[in-house]
């Protein structure tokens, strides 16, 4: 089990872009398929984009493709998410999340792929 600190939220007009980091300890990283979810008010938790262990694979919720480019740092224990050309749609809590796991270039999209959370950080796009 990792704990999660998410940082980097906060209040960008529509076009602008925001770069969340996510920082574990308690475990090295490179055993964690990472992942980062969002729940907007009234909406269930849902996927935004997952990175694999090796960092090779990569996977986005389709409105977030081309906007959206999730990194990690296995040396800084840390995973980013880089958000351009923002949209009012994009607010919502952003929530890290981990789970350890075997294959080193696997993906996971699901919430309950998902054993660790941060706390989340909110990120707010006016038009």
């Known amino acids: 089990q990792v704990q999660l600190v998410e940082s980097g939220g906060g209040v960008v007009q529509a076009g602008g872009s925001l770069r969340l980091s996510c920082v574990a300890s308690?475990?090295?990283?490179?055993?964690?398929?990472m992942g980062w979810f969002r729940q907007a008010p009234g909406k269930e938790r849902e996927f935004v984009a997952t990175?694999?262990?090796?960092?090779?694979?990569?996977e986005y919720e389709d409105s977030v493709k081309g906007r959206f480019t999730v990194t990690r740092d296995n040396g800084k224990n840390t995973v980013y998410l880089l958000m351009n050309d923002l949209k009012p749609e994009d607010t919502a809590i952003y929530y890290c999340?981990?789970?350890?796991?075997?294959?080193?270039?696997?993906?996971?999209?699901?919430?309950?792929?998902?054993?660790?959370w941060g706390q989340g950080t909110q990120v707010t796009v006016s038009s």
């Open positions: 308690g475990g090295a990283l490179n055993s964690y398929v």
């Open positions: 999340s981990a789970k350890e796991f075997m294959l080193v270039h696997a993906t996971l999209r699901q919430v309950d792929h998902y054993d660790d």
């Open positions: 990175i694999s262990r090796s960092a090779q694979f990569q």
